[in-house]
């Protein structure tokens, strides 16, 4: 039984630290590109941007992506409002199991990083992950 919650936990605090590290590279792509723009536009116009320079798009083919990106943005809109709920309440679930893990130190740097994380979510800062 205690192999069985190990390997759970593991996994866990694994999902937990893709999540980290998928949101730090978003973090890191943002800063090299889009500086200027607010949150939400930076998101859009990032992708748009990256696939521009990584496809070498042509002008013609980055307005196509872009109207691409237009038509089908209500739909991912949709789609990110009705999964947050669900996925803030895993998160919270994870990083409480993973407390359990670490020694009263490393709970209280732990939760500084999540407030950080949390606050530049909310407050759609530079360096807010999507």
């Given at each position: 039984?205690?192999?069985?919650?190990?390997?759970?936990?593991?996994?866990?605090?694994?999902?937990?630290?893709?999540?980290?590290?998928g949101a730090g590279g978003h973090l890191l792509a943002d800063r090299t590109e889009?500086?200027?723009?607010?949150?939400?536009?930076r998101g859009r116009g990032g992708y748009l941007d990256r696939l521009t320079r990584d496809l070498a798009l042509t002008e013609a083919q980055r307005e196509s992506v872009r109207v691409v990106l237009e038509r089908h943005r209500p739909a991912m809109?949709?789609?990110?409002?009705?999964?947050?709920?669900?996925?803030e309440t895993l998160q919270q679930t994870i990083r409480s199991d993973i407390r359990t893990q670490l020694t009263p130190e490393q709970q209280r740097k732990l939760d500084e990083m999540t407030s950080r994380l949390d606050k530049r979510k909310h407050t759609g800062g530079p360096d807010a992950p999507r």
């Amino acid at each position: 039984m205690r192999s069985t919650r190990s390997a759970a936990v593991l996994l866990l605090a694994a999902f937990l630290l893709g999540t980290l590290v998928g949101a730090g590279g978003h973090l890191l792509a943002d800063r090299t590109e889009g500086r200027d723009r607010g949150p939400r536009d930076r998101g859009r116009g990032g992708y748009l941007d990256r696939l521009t320079r990584d496809l070498a798009l042509t002008e013609a083919q980055r307005e196509s992506v872009r109207v691409v990106l237009e038509r089908h943005r209500p739909a991912m809109d949709s789609l990110r409002r009705e999964v947050a709920p669900r996925f803030e309440t895993l998160q919270q679930t994870i990083r409480s199991d993973i407390r359990t893990q670490l020694t009263p130190e490393q709970q209280r740097k732990l939760d500084e990083m999540t407030s950080r994380l949390d606050k530049r979510k909310h407050t759609g800062g530079p360096d807010a992950p999507r």
